[in-house]
């Protein structure tokens, strides 16, 4: 079993940052993607951005050269930088483990306010 803990979300006014973290324990496996997707009201969840064990990256469209993902495997932790904020990035964000039997895994999900 897996088990993600999100950090790092809040109110933001537009044009600002935020740094989003996830830490993943129990049964990850050496090789896996991890990620962020989020979901607005009214609206299906969408990919933000993934990374794989290997480095290997995938960005939403709305969100390329304004987000940046990394992560540390000896930590077994995601990030997400958030830069250039809009409103429209306003939105639950759910940290994501994908194993390498493409087994997935969710975190309780992270708010990101952007005030206009």
């Known amino acids: 079993q897996v088990q993600l803990v999100e950090s790092g979300g809040g109110l933001v006014q537009t044009g600002g940052s935020l740094r989003l973290s996830c830490a993943a324990s129990g049964s990850i496996g050496r090789i896996n993607t991890m990620g962020w997707h989020r979901q607005a009201p009214g609206k299906q969840r969408e990919l933000v951005a993934v990374?794989?064990?290997?480095?290997?990256?995938t960005y939403g469209d709305s969100v390329k050269d304004r987000f940046t993902i990394s992560r540390d495997n000896a930590k077994n932790t995601v990030y997400l930088q958030m830069n250039s904020l809009k409103p429209e990035d306003t939105a639950v964000y759910y940290c994501?483990?994908?194993?390498?039997?493409?087994?997935?895994?969710w975190g309780q999900g992270t708010q990101v306010t952007v005030s206009s």
């Open positions: 990374i794989t064990s290997g480095g290997s990256t």
């Open positions: 994501n483990l994908r194993s390498i039997l493409l087994s997935d895994s």
